[in-house]
């Protein structure tokens, strides 16, 4: 007998120009040696340029989606990406709370960087009711954080406010992402865990406009390391070094934000029998 292989899910809309969405979700987990399962909630027309169209999936394909997995795979971690608009919300948190998928990491995505809203304006109410009390982990990026806390967050102690009052609104573990931040040589994030514990997780700020799927890359390696077992504040460390490798060792693809390399490696990581 063979050991059972670590299985993972992502809640999440499809990108076809391959970089955001469900296609990173799948290439980071498999690229951290996790297999990964999709629930697909939305379908994209895209690629690096924007969002040309979506369109939101039908409750009922979105429910069969979940018991599929449910009733046959043993799923230990769980992510959401883009979740469009309220019955879509509304489909996922009925369905997560159904199944046992293990911890959720919550990626509240709402814009992308082409401009194109990915959630609807009225369901950032259904995300902060009815999801954010559901996540072990929630990474909002600072535009994110400041829709869902009402405020202005413009400084370093801003992102340290909107976490707390992330974590007052029911997410366990915040983490609130400096990718926008106005920092030119250093992206910095910030963490606050359940325990009251915090740090900043800092990595060089690479000029590049390949930073497509950054959010997604990074929710998705937090969920891979959470189904291995590893502590949050670890899944959370070894995120960002993952997606600080991914967007370093860049790729050439496509004529607008370019998508991260995914093949990318942490120095200093051994790779050998991780299967
Ligand atoms: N130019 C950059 N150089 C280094 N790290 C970056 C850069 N841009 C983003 N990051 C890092 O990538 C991670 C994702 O942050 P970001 O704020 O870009 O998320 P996001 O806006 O949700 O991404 P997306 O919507 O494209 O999926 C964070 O750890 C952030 O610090
Ligand atoms: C489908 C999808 N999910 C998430 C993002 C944000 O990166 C995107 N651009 N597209």
Not at 90 to 95: F, I, L, P, T, Y
Not at 251 to 269: D, F, S, T, Y
């Amino acid at each position: 007998m063979i050991n059972e292989t670590i299985q993972a899910l992502t809640i999440a809309g499809t990108d076809s120009g391959g970089g955001a969405g469900v296609m990173a979700d799948i290439k980071t987990m498999q690229a951290r040696y996790v297999f990964s399962a999709a629930v697909v909630v939305a379908v994209t027309a895209q690629n690096t340029i924007g969002v040309a169209d979506f369109m939101a999936m039908p409750k009922q394909l979105i429910d069969e989606q979940f018991k599929a997995v449910a009733d046959d795979l043993k799923i230990r971690a769980a992510k959401t990406g883009m979740l469009a608009d309220v019955p879509t919300v509304k489909a996922v948190v009925e369905n997560i709370k159904q199944y046992d998928l293990g911890p959720l990491t919550v990626d509240p995505v709402m814009i992308a960087k082409g401009g194109a809203r990915l959630l609807s304006e009225d369901a950032i109410q259904t995300v902060k009711q009815e999801l954010l009390p559901l996540a072990t982990v929630l990474t909002p990026n600072l535009p994110e954080a400041a829709e869902l806390t009402g405020m202005t967050i413009q400084s370093a102690d801003d992102m340290l406010v909107a976490s707390k009052q992330l974590q007052v609104l029911g997410a366990k573990n915040v983490l609130v992402k400096g990718g926008h931040g106005s920092s030119n040589n250093e992206s910095a994030d910030f963490v606050l865990l359940e325990d009251g514990n915090s740090f900043w997780l800092t990595s060089p700020r690479v000029e590049t406009n390949r930073t497509h799927g950054t959010g997604d890359t990074l929710s998705s390696c937090i969920t891979a390391e959470l189904a291995k077992g590893q502590s949050v504040e670890e899944a959370i460390r070894i995120g960002k070094q993952y997606v600080s490798a991914t967007i370093s060792q860049g790729i050439q693809v496509g004529h607008g934000h370019g998508p991260l390399n995914h093949w990318a490696r942490v120095e200093g990581e051994n790779n050998d029998n991780k299967i």
